[in-house]
């Protein structure tokens, strides 16, 4: 469904992926997981067509993404649902307008379908109760339920998910483990899972790609990573904080940036 | 691209109005697809030209007030009283009605129009029309500008008959100008293609400027409190300075 | 009702508003109050000199407004000002050796034409023409003869 064939990237002449290359098979769930700040972001906006890399190319469904004219483009984002990291609700909408935003711009629905649609919809996520709420009024985690409702109620072929479990209580983190299986086995629909919990990643999940510093470090099933003799795979699912991975943001050593060293002579 | 603060500012102005320009030319390519959204520039309709109604018709009504007191005491220098209803009238429509109307019309509406864009793409709502294949400058920017371009005229209409109403409360009912002579005076001396109708053109185009550097400079705002705050002052400084310059030219070359 | 379609009415008002207040504007408070609509008839008059008379001046009749100027051009055989006269035919009974006059309001006002009856039976109708016709009287002109006329004890008319 996705291809990412040797993409190079840079945010603001900083280097973001360097010739990575992944797969994401059609009808699967796959969670693409790895350290805060290497691109993980970045990579979903990669498949929108949000970003141009460098080089190298980005496939989805058959399409060269970078190479796409404008009307075609957003032939392919009307089939793509995305889930925020921010949620990134219309703030003059409410809950229920922003759900039935994108029915009402690409469909001719009559005005009943479109509520049910919409109510349905909301009522999987919990919070058909909202509806009349604006995104002000709700909670971080609300808002989270609102947008992953809101990237769901076109029913599209592909949904990238960017941390959907964020804020979650265990009940509704549940609830919407639940609803990303349902939509994957009973609908059929590509899943791209941007995450970092790792023990609700592998309930969901049927492939995982682990990046770090803009490669893909490590790729298989949830317990085949979990078991990988890989440093990154051991590294990153065992918490450890020593290891390959950095924690800190690049960054010159702490001792010299606190002004114990001079700069090194 | 990356602006350099050594620059002096003469070439930052260059820079903002040649990327001011381009916008322009971005929105109206985007004005047919927009026709689609007609319900959002309706809706704008409402927020800026209904809802600046109230500021209007009370700045209209004490505007044509004390043009008329003004005007009165300069014209009884001259015995030409009479005159009153005619000055007021040209005054109003030819030069008043247009730029107190946009001034105030940029201060109300386009610093609103810039917030509320600098905003929405602050909060990513701007990315997240784009990925629901929404296109934001035929959704957001481009029905703001239309909305801007349709409501100047008619509130300018509006400031000039409140103006005219307290033109002629001033004069006739307070310092004692015959009724008749206000208005046949006027309506002997006032055209409606030189005056009424140049006078909308004014307001026309001082709309079509005042909505595209408000919505130019929400778009290009940076995603921050201070990035947004910035271009809310930019709208209002550019926005002022275009009009007045924007009359000078108009009435050179139309009046 | 739906509260989408709340702001859609208020808007229409709003529109109608505005389009409602530039009509009154052009219609009510300009020269076109004075747009003699309906039925009429066209006069000519030639004069040696208009002055400032302009197109669309009042032509009035002891003093109301009977039609407007609608064109002046200069006669080239004789070398005089044509000026043409919309009348409005409810004013269709004025005598045809009636005086027109080019007068100005007030002392720095506008120019008009003022007409002074006759005494003829016949009247003027569409395409006649008025032969009794004074030109505007030009300040300088007055100010001239009054000059002249204070040394010799003669006036000037
Ligand atoms: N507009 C930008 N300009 C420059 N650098 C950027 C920009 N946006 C992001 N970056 C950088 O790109 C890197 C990747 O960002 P991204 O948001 O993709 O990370 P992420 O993997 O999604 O992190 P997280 O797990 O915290 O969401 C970060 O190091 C960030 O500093
Ligand atoms: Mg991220």
Same mark, same amino acid.
């Given at each position: 469904?996705?291809?990412?064939?040797?993409?190079?990237?840079?945010?603001?002449?900083?280097?973001?992926?360097?010739?990575?290359?992944?797969?994401?098979?059609?009808?699967?769930?796959?969670?693409?997981?790895?350290?805060?700040?290497?691109?993980?972001?970045?990579?979903?906006?990669?498949?929108?067509?949000?970003?141009?890399?460098?080089?190298?190319?980005?496939?989805?469904?058959?399409?060269?993404?970078?190479?796409?004219?404008?009307?075609?483009?957003?032939?392919?984002?009307?089939?793509?649902?995305?889930?925020?990291?921010?949620?990134?609700?219309?703030?003059?909408?409410?809950?229920?307008?922003?759900?039935?935003?994108?029915?009402?711009?690409?469909?001719?629905?009559?005005?009943?379908?479109?509520?049910?649609?919409?109510?349905?919809?909301?009522?999987?996520?919990?919070?058909?109760?909202?509806?009349?709420?604006?995104?002000?009024?709700?909670?971080?985690?609300?808002?989270?339920?609102?947008?992953?409702?809101?990237?769901?109620?076109?029913?599209?072929?592909?949904?990238?998910?960017?941390?959907?479990?964020?804020?979650?209580?265990? @009940?509704?983190?549940?609830?919407?483990?639940?609803?990303?299986?349902?939509?994957?086995?009973?609908?059929?629909?590509?899943?791209?899972?941007?995450?970092?919990?790792?023990?609700?990643?592998?309930?969901?999940?049927?492939?995982?790609?682990?990046?770090?510093?803009?490669?893909?470090?490590?790729?298989?099933?949830?317990?085949?990573?979990?078991?990988?003799?890989?440093?990154?795979?051991?590294?990153?699912?065992?918490?450890?904080?020593?290891?390959?991975?950095?924690?800190?943001?690049?960054?010159?050593?702490?001792?010299?940036?606190?002004?114990?060293?001079?700069?090194?002579? | 691209?990356?602006?350099?603060?050594?620059?002096?500012?003469?070439?930052?102005?260059?820079?903002?109005?040649?990327?001011?320009?381009?916008?322009?030319?971005?929105?109206?390519?985007?004005?047919?697809?927009?026709?689609?959204?007609?319900?959002?520039?309706?809706?704008?309709?409402?927020?800026?030209?209904?809802?600046?109604?109230?500021?209007?018709?009370?700045?209209?009504?004490?505007?044509?007030?004390?043009?008329?007191?003004?005007?009165?005491?300069?014209?009884?220098?001259?015995?030409?009283?009479?005159?009153?209803?005619?000055?007021?009238?040209?005054?109003?429509?030819?030069?008043?009605?247009?730029?107190?109307?946009?001034?105030?019309?940029?201060?109300?509406?386009?610093?609103?129009?810039?917030?509320?864009?600098?905003?929405?793409?602050?909060?990513?709502?701007?990315?997240?029309?784009?990925?629901?294949?929404?296109?934001?400058?035929?959704?957001?920017?481009?029905?703001?500008?239309?909305?801007?371009?349709?409501?100047?005229?008619?509130?300018?209409?509006?400031?000039?008959?409140?103006?005219?109403?307290?033109?002629?409360?001033?004069?006739?009912?307070?310092?004692?100008?015959?009724?008749?002579?206000?208005?046949?005076?006027?309506?002997?001396?006032?055209?409606?293609?030189?005056?009424?109708?140049?006078?909308?053109?004014?307001?026309?185009?001082?709309?079509?400027?005042?909505?595209?550097?408000?919505?130019?400079?929400?778009?290009?705002?940076?995603?921050?409190?201070?990035?947004?705050?910035?271009?809310?002052?930019?709208?209002?400084?550019?926005?002022?300075?275009?009009?007045?310059?924007?009359?000078?030219?108009?009435?050179?070359?139309?009046? | 009702?739906?509260?989408?379609?709340?702001?859609?009415?208020?808007?229409?008002?709003?529109?109608?508003?505005?389009?409602?207040?530039?009509?009154?504007?052009?219609?009510?408070?300009?020269?076109?109050?004075?747009?003699?609509?309906?039925?009429?008839?066209?006069?000519?008059?030639?004069?040696?000199?208009?002055?400032?008379?302009?197109?669309?001046?009042?032509?009035?009749?002891?003093?109301?407004?009977?039609?407007?100027?609608?064109?002046?051009?200069?006669?080239?055989?004789?070398?005089?000002?044509?000026?043409?006269?919309?009348?409005?035919?409810?004013?269709?009974? @004025?005598?045809?050796?009636?005086?027109?006059?080019?007068?100005?309001?007030?002392?720095?006002?506008?120019?008009?034409?003022?007409?002074?009856?006759?005494?003829?039976?016949?009247?003027?109708?569409?395409?006649?023409?008025?032969?009794?016709?004074?030109?505007?009287?030009?300040?300088?002109?007055?100010?001239?003869?009054?000059?002249?006329?204070?040394?010799?004890?003669?006036?000037?008319?």
């Amino acid at each position: 469904m996705v291809r990412v064939v040797e993409l190079s990237s840079e945010l603001s002449g900083k280097k973001i992926f360097e010739r990575i290359s992944l797969e994401i098979p059609r009808g699967k769930i796959t969670a693409v997981m790895g350290p805060s700040g290497t691109g993980k972001t970045t990579l979903l906006r990669h498949m929108t067509g949000q970003l141009h890399g460098v080089s190298g190319k980005v496939w989805v469904d058959g399409l060269d993404v970078a190479a796409l004219e404008r009307k075609q483009l957003y032939a392919l984002r009307e089939r793509i649902g995305f889930l925020f990291q921010n949620s990134a609700l219309l703030t003059d909408y409410s809950v229920f307008e922003n759900v039935a935003f994108p029915l009402r711009q690409h469909t001719r629905l009559p005005e009943i379908l479109i509520r049910n649609l919409v109510l349905l919809k909301l009522q999987a996520v919990g919070l058909r109760g909202a509806a009349q709420l604006l995104p002000s009024e709700l909670s971080g985690g609300m808002a989270r339920r609102v947008a992953l409702a809101r990237a769901i109620v076109f029913d599209p072929m592909l949904i990238l998910y960017d941390e959907p479990f964020v804020g979650l209580d265990p @009940i509704a983190l549940n609830q919407v483990l639940k609803l990303i299986r349902t939509l994957n086995r009973e609908l059929g629909i590509t899943s791209i899972l941007v995450a970092h919990e790792f023990a609700a990643v592998r309930q969901v999940a049927d492939w995982v790609h682990l990046i770090a510093e803009g490669r893909c470090v490590a790729s298989g099933t949830p317990q085949q990573l979990a078991h990988a003799d890989s440093p990154w795979a051991a590294q990153f699912f065992g918490g450890k904080i020593d290891g390959p991975v950095p924690f800190q943001y690049p960054a010159s050593a702490l001792d010299e940036a606190l002004g114990f060293v001079g700069p090194s002579s | 691209m990356k602006r350099l603060n050594k620059h002096s500012a003469i070439v930052d102005a260059c820079y903002e109005i040649g990327a001011t320009g381009w916008f322009l030319v971005v929105l109206l390519v985007a004005i047919p697809r927009s026709l689609r959204y007609l319900r959002e520039t309706i809706r704008q309709i409402w927020f800026v030209g209904a809802k600046s109604l109230i500021i209007i018709m009370i700045s209209g009504l004490f505007v044509g007030m004390v043009l008329s007191l003004q005007l009165y005491y300069t014209l009884s220098i001259f015995g030409g009283t009479s005159a009153l209803g005619t000055v007021v009238a040209l005054s109003l429509y030819r030069e008043l009605g247009p730029v107190v109307t946009a001034l105030l019309f940029a201060g109300r509406a386009g610093t609103s129009i810039t917030a509320e864009i600098g905003l929405m793409r602050a909060t990513d709502q701007l990315s997240a029309m784009e990925l629901m294949a929404v296109d934001p400058i035929a959704f957001v920017a481009t029905p703001r500008f239309l909305a801007g371009l349709i409501s100047m005229p008619l509130l300018v209409a509006v400031f000039n008959m409140m103006g005219l109403f307290g033109g002629h409360l001033v004069g006739v009912n307070w310092l004692g100008i015959d009724n008749g002579t206000f208005w046949s005076n006027m309506t002997s001396n006032v055209n409606v293609w030189t005056d009424v109708i140049n006078g909308e053109w004014k307001a026309f185009v001082f709309g079509a400027a005042i909505s595209l550097i408000a919505v130019f400079q929400g778009y290009n705002a940076p995603p921050t409190s201070e990035g947004v705050a910035n271009a809310t002052t930019r709208t209002v400084v550019w926005a002022s300075i275009v009009i007045l310059a924007l009359d000078f030219v108009m009435t050179a070359f139309l009046m | 009702m739906n509260p989408r379609r709340s702001y859609v009415a208020g808007t229409g008002l709003f529109i109608l508003l505005g389009f409602v207040a530039l009509a009154y504007l052009a219609t009510q408070t300009t020269s076109l109050v004075n747009y003699q609509g309906g039925p009429n008839y066209q006069v000519t008059a030639e004069f040696l000199n208009v002055g400032g008379l302009k197109d669309r001046a009042p032509v009035k009749l002891a003093g109301v407004r009977v039609g407007t100027v609608s064109s002046i051009v200069l006669d080239q055989r004789s070398m005089e000002a044509k000026v043409s006269m919309t009348i409005s035919k409810r004013y269709n009974e @004025i005598p045809e050796d009636s005086f027109a006059k080019i007068m100005t309001s007030g002392l720095l006002g506008d120019q008009f034409v003022s007409i002074s009856p006759g005494g003829s039976r016949e009247v003027l109708k569409n395409n006649s023409q008025i032969i009794n016709t004074q030109s505007a009287l030009q300040l300088e002109d007055l100010i001239g003869k009054f000059l002249t006329s204070s040394g010799s004890s003669k006036s000037g008319g």
